[in-house]
Structure formats: structure tokens, C-alpha cells
């Protein structure tokens, strides 16, 4: 059943508005984004979809098609709900688009989709943008873009308490059909870069649940902060790693935590590598983007250390298989999922064989998407 059939099913009338909102995946640039530096996302055919009408009150029903479950709240008093953390994504959006001004109206609501859950694909980021967007087209606003990128990043780290970078929200609103997105996290200036139609994205979800993926995130912000300090300390006036090059941290090297080095290693080198890997994209040459993209994986492995050994074991698979260009991690880490570039003509017999070899390897199912880079909620707003 569709989101709007179920809404019709509660509700007894078809929904007014309709608005979808997809999950991402990351090609290249990771852990890049709470460092002002570079990523390269591409929005998936995934989505989280919101049905609705307005009410007369400031009342809000929601329904989770996904949770079963649902919940009422007013307006004019929002508050964190810790029975339904799923609503928080939508009381959070409604209160920081209150507060600034927009005056909402009560609505019926169902949400849902096929986004995988805690999976690194950026199912909270969908719910939030979705949100904003539902918001928007229900009471005519039009609201730019960027407001509503920075709205529901802001929902995730002040009202649900997340600290994430803003890669996943600005995905899930402008990516594209066909397209990658490539964007600088500093000045938020972006560009599509088209994606060949003969290479498909395959996302294989290694089934592990992010368990340390928070707490862990957290660490790793606050290690590339006290990395910036000692490299500053070194005469290298740098806000964040963004302003650093790998001249600046070879310099620094003598003074520097070797810890912090290689947290900062990984940073600096993964920006260089999504600005080489746009240019490949747009020249065509898939082969050196797919080794940029082996080179990321090993960078998170063993400088940044997020991966684990599900998601080494789903790289390695891959890079065994014909017609692959590159495999690497995506999202976090500790868990979720990895990207891999593969032909067209391969893909299918990938996913068989990955899955296949993952179960034997280490005795767990793998699920396994053939992408379609799709367009995201508000890019055609
Ligand atoms: C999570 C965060 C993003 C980004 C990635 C790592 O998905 O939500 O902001 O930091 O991790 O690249």
C-alpha cells in the first residue's frame, strides 16, 4: 500500500498533498562535511513520502506506515517525544519553523518509505527535509532551499540532539535524477555532475546496526578540533581542516598527536580526493575515480578508523568482482552500508555474488540496492 492509499485507509479522503523526500549515498568525502571540506552524495531511489490535509486546529496526527504507531501533538506546545523518537524528526522541523515565524496549521498526516533504517543511508535526514518540504507545499510557502537544508539540520542537532554535518539533508533536498551533487560544506556552493548511465550504484547493506556510530561521530569531531588547534599552534592559520593541505600536516607532523595526525590525514587527503574525483566524473574517467574511491575506504579504515570488519569484508567481495570500479564504506561507519561502482552490465551478477560470498564469509545476509540517482524533495522548487 501506498502512503497515500494508507492515508485514504485512516483518513477517509485522498490526501492533499503529496511530497517524497529520498535517502542518500555518499560516493566520495567522508567525514569531510563537519570539516567545511568537500563531498560528492548522490540522492537514491529510496524515499520517505508524507500524505496530508490540513485541519482547522493546530492539532497535528501523524501515522508512521513504518512504526505502526501514532501520535498527536498541538502547535503551540512541542516538546521531544520519548515513546516515539520516529516523530521527533516532524516536532522538531514544526517547532524550529514556528519559531521562525512561519505560523503552521493543524494536519492529518501519515508518513513512510523504503529508506533502511539506521543503515547509513540518511533515513532521519529524508524524515526532516520531508518534513519541511510537506510543510511548504501544504500551505503554499515556497520556501528557499537552503533555509530548509539548515531548518532540518538544525532539527537534528538541537531538538533530537545528533551532531551531523549538513551533507545529508542538502542531498536528500537538491540531489538529482542522473546526478551526483557536488558540494562545498564551507560556503554551501554546489553543482550537479552527471552520472554515465553504463556504471550503476550498488548500495550493500551489511545488516550491522550503527550501535557505536554516535558516540564514536562524536569523538571523531572533537579530535579533528583539537587537530586544527595543533596545527595552528605550528603557524598554519586554519579554522578547520579544510584550510590545511598535506604540506601543512607533514610540517606539523613533529608536534602533532599521532593520533590527531592521522585523524587529520584522513580529513585532508579525502578533500583532495573529491576534488580530483569530480574532475574525473565530468572527464569520464571512471577507472581513476573508482581507485579515488579504494583509496577513501582505506582512509577511514586505518586513519580515521569508522569501518569495521562487515564492511571490510563487503569491500574486499567487491573488489573480487568483474565490472567493479571502486567499493568503499559510506556514511559514518561502524556499520550500514557500502558504495560500490559498477558497470551496468555487471551489477546484477555483483549483487548475487557479494551477497553470496558475505554470508559465507561471515555468516550474515547482505541486502543489496541497485541504485537510480533520483531527484531530491525540493530540487525542482
Ligand atoms: C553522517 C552525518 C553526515 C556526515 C557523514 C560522514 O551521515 O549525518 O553529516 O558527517 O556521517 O561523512
Redesign the pocket.
Given at each position: 500500500m501506498t502512503i497515500g492509499e494508507s492515508f485514504l485507509q485512516l483518513y477517509g479522503s485522498p490526501p492533499e498533498v503529496v511530497v517524497r523526500a529520498p535517502g542518500r549515498v555518499?560516493l566520495i568525502?567522508?567525514?569531510?562535511?563537519?570539516n567545511d571540506g568537500f563531498?560528492l552524495p548522490a540522492a537514491i531511489d529510496r524515499a520517505i513520502t508524507y500524505a496530508g490535509r490540513r485541519r482547522t486546529d493546530r492539532r497535528v496526527h501523524a501515522y508512521s506506515a513504518d512504526f505502526h504507531a501514532s501520535v498527536e501533538f498541538s502547535l503551540d506546545d512541542i516538546h521531544k517525544d520519548m515513546q516515539h523518537p520516529w516523530s521527533n524528526f516532524l516536532r522538531g522541523v514544526s517547532k524550529y519553523l514556528e519559531e521562525d515565524g512561519h505560523r503552521l496549521a493543524g494536519a492529518d498526516l501519515v508518513l513512510g518509505g523504503d529508506v533502511p533504517r539506521e543503515a547509513?543511508l540518511?533515513s532521519s535526514?529524508a524524515v526532516e527535509v520531508g518534513a519541511a518540504a510537506f510543510w511548504n507545499r501544504l500551505l503554499g510557502w515556497g520556501l528557499d532551499p537552503l533555509y530548509v537544508i539548515k531548518l532540518a539540520r538544525r532539527a537534528e542537532n538541537q531538538f533530537v540532539g545528533v551532531p551531523?554535518?549538513?551533507?545529508?539533508q542538502f542531498i536528500s533536498a537538491l540531489g538529482r535524477r542522473d546526478h551526483a551533487l557536488f558540494l562545498d560544506c564551507r560556503n554551501l556552493s554546489y553543482r550537479h555532475v552527471p552520472l554515465r548511465a553504463d556504471v550503476k550504484i550498488v548500495v550493500c547493506n551489511s545488516g550491522v546496526k550503527r550501535a557505536l556510530a554516535q558516540s564514536e561521530?562524536e569523538v571523531r569531531l572533537k579530535q579533528c578540533r583539537a587537530a586544527v588547534a595543533g596545527i595552528a599552534n605550528t603557524g598554519c592559520a586554519a579554522e578547520s581542516l579544510r584550510d590545511v593541505e598535506l604540506f601543512d600536516l607533514a610540517a606539523a607532523r613533529g608536534v602533532l598527536d599521532p593520533l590527531l595526525f592521522r585523524r587529520a590525514h584522513h580529513v585532508v587527503s579525502e578533500n583532495g580526493r573529491v576534488r580530483e574525483a569530480v574532475k574525473l566524473l565530468e572527464a569520464g574517467n571512471l577507472e581513476r575515480f573508482g581507485e579515488l574511491m579504494n583509496q577513501s575506504h582505506e582512509s577511514l579504515r586505518d586513519d580515521y578508523e569508522v569501518s569495521c570488519k562487515e564492511l571490510d569484508t563487503l569491500v574486499e567481495l567487491a573488489r573480487n568482482q568483474p565490472g567493479v570500479l571502486g567499493a568503499r564504506m559510506t556514511?559514518?561507519g561502524f556499520g550500514g552500508c557500502t558504495v560500490n561502482l559498477v558497470r551496468a552490465g555487471a551489477a546484477e551478477a555483483f549483487a548475487g555474488s557479494v551477497a553470496e560470498g558475505y554470508e559465507k564469509a561471515l555468516g550474515l545476509k547482505a541486502e543489496i540496492y541497485v541504485c537510480q540517482a533520483s531527484d531530491g524533495a525540493l530540487v525542482s522548487a
Amino acid at each position: 500500500m501506498t502512503i497515500g492509499e494508507s492515508f485514504l485507509q485512516l483518513y477517509g479522503s485522498p490526501p492533499e498533498v503529496v511530497v517524497r523526500a529520498p535517502g542518500r549515498v555518499n560516493l566520495i568525502g567522508e567525514h569531510t562535511d563537519y570539516n567545511d571540506g568537500f563531498v560528492l552524495p548522490a540522492a537514491i531511489d529510496r524515499a520517505i513520502t508524507y500524505a496530508g490535509r490540513r485541519r482547522t486546529d493546530r492539532r497535528v496526527h501523524a501515522y508512521s506506515a513504518d512504526f505502526h504507531a501514532s501520535v498527536e501533538f498541538s502547535l503551540d506546545d512541542i516538546h521531544k517525544d520519548m515513546q516515539h523518537p520516529w516523530s521527533n524528526f516532524l516536532r522538531g522541523v514544526s517547532k524550529y519553523l514556528e519559531e521562525d515565524g512561519h505560523r503552521l496549521a493543524g494536519a492529518d498526516l501519515v508518513l513512510g518509505g523504503d529508506v533502511p533504517r539506521e543503515a547509513g543511508l540518511s533515513s532521519s535526514a529524508a524524515v526532516e527535509v520531508g518534513a519541511a518540504a510537506f510543510w511548504n507545499r501544504l500551505l503554499g510557502w515556497g520556501l528557499d532551499p537552503l533555509y530548509v537544508i539548515k531548518l532540518a539540520r538544525r532539527a537534528e542537532n538541537q531538538f533530537v540532539g545528533v551532531p551531523c554535518g549538513i551533507m545529508d539533508q542538502f542531498i536528500s533536498a537538491l540531489g538529482r535524477r542522473d546526478h551526483a551533487l557536488f558540494l562545498d560544506c564551507r560556503n554551501l556552493s554546489y553543482r550537479h555532475v552527471p552520472l554515465r548511465a553504463d556504471v550503476k550504484i550498488v548500495v550493500c547493506n551489511s545488516g550491522v546496526k550503527r550501535a557505536l556510530a554516535q558516540s564514536e561521530y562524536e569523538v571523531r569531531l572533537k579530535q579533528c578540533r583539537a587537530a586544527v588547534a595543533g596545527i595552528a599552534n605550528t603557524g598554519c592559520a586554519a579554522e578547520s581542516l579544510r584550510d590545511v593541505e598535506l604540506f601543512d600536516l607533514a610540517a606539523a607532523r613533529g608536534v602533532l598527536d599521532p593520533l590527531l595526525f592521522r585523524r587529520a590525514h584522513h580529513v585532508v587527503s579525502e578533500n583532495g580526493r573529491v576534488r580530483e574525483a569530480v574532475k574525473l566524473l565530468e572527464a569520464g574517467n571512471l577507472e581513476r575515480f573508482g581507485e579515488l574511491m579504494n583509496q577513501s575506504h582505506e582512509s577511514l579504515r586505518d586513519d580515521y578508523e569508522v569501518s569495521c570488519k562487515e564492511l571490510d569484508t563487503l569491500v574486499e567481495l567487491a573488489r573480487n568482482q568483474p565490472g567493479v570500479l571502486g567499493a568503499r564504506m559510506t556514511g559514518a561507519g561502524f556499520g550500514g552500508c557500502t558504495v560500490n561502482l559498477v558497470r551496468a552490465g555487471a551489477a546484477e551478477a555483483f549483487a548475487g555474488s557479494v551477497a553470496e560470498g558475505y554470508e559465507k564469509a561471515l555468516g550474515l545476509k547482505a541486502e543489496i540496492y541497485v541504485c537510480q540517482a533520483s531527484d531530491g524533495a525540493l530540487v525542482s522548487a
